[in-house]
């Protein structure tokens, strides 16, 4: 127990504390830059088991934010680069690498066991897909954010909100550190915060870090906080993210993306209409339409203008970039 002796010295821990660290199943959602302080603390503070999943591979911009990896690892799956790191810090934990996407039709499998789910992926699509499964299966989930100088972690479902009671629209634009740029030691500040809120969770530790939100900016130095613990659920139907693989025949399936961003459609079946025009879609309909773009962010936007006229019957599809992705 030599490793965990300053860690089991504290009180609200102690060897009791350990054996339920030791015990936990954390999966973590991402390998980049959130992902890193919070793989490396858990790894650190003995949790038992870790899932890492993403499906990205490592850049060199990458470098500055994402300190799991070095120059060497440059063009390497992330999960598997990750794990290989994380093994070395610590022999006593399970890591286990996951090469793929999170989606609506993995997300099951890849949460089966799980004690703990932390959201370290910056998606959208990731986040919502993550909060609706971890509502109904009764899940805690950690999730985070950060771009340019700011961002935020809290405690979700588990018993306590969702992310869409906090967050039930997205923002208006798209923004990301591949478009916007970000603060290498602000993304280790926020990760860590959210491993912590993920090991506060496992040891039992009072308050609880679900229905709790964190948000710290590195400009005015500024930390920010409230608890959402009598958040309600948004009211009616959710705007929900589907896997392609979940297209039915007889949806009407819309790609937003234009020409240039994509040349071919994301199915045969998809018909090209950019975000302006989707107001002529016919007036409202029984079949399921299936809007599709990058983020997703674009997709929900138009679900909105289309629930506003009468659609009921919507699903959203967040593709992804087509080629291995060299951003996260």
Sequence with gaps: MSRYLRQIQLPEIGANGQEQLAAAHAVVIGAGGLGAPVLQYLV?????????????????????????????????PKAQAAAATLAGLNPDCEIIAVQTALSCDNVQTLLRDATVVLDCADSFAASYILSDHCLTEGLPLFSASVLAFAGYAGGFCGG???????????????????????LGPV???????????????????????????????????????FRFDGAPEPEGAKL????????????????????????????????????????????????????ACRSGLRAWRAAKTLHENGHQNLALVALGTTAPKTEN
Excluded: W
């Design 44 to 76: 650190g503070a003995g949790v038992g088991k870790i899932t890492v999943v993403d499906d990205d591979h490592i850049a060199q911009s990458n470098l500055h934010r994402q300190t799991l990896f070095r120059e060497t690892d440059v063009g390497k």
């Design 240 to 291: 929900c993210f589907i896997a392609p693989s979940m297209i039915a025949p007889g949806d009407m399936l819309i790609d937003l993306r234009g020409v240039e961003e994509a040349p071919n459609l994301f199915h045969p079946s998809a018909k090209r209409i950019l975000p302006e025009n989707i107001t002529t879609i016919p007036h409202p309909i029984e079949t399921r339409v299936v809007l």
């Design 187 to 225: 993304v280790g500040m926020i990760g860590s915060l959210q491993a912590t809120m993920a090991l506060n969770y496992i040891l039992g530790l009072s308050p609880s870090p679900l229905g709790q939100l964190v948000q710290f900016d590195a400009k005015t130095y500024r930390t920010s906080g």
């Design 160 to 182: 306590a909100p969702s992310l869409r009671a906090v967050f039930p629209d997205l923002p208006t634009q798209a923004a990301s550190c591949e478009t916007a740029g970000v």
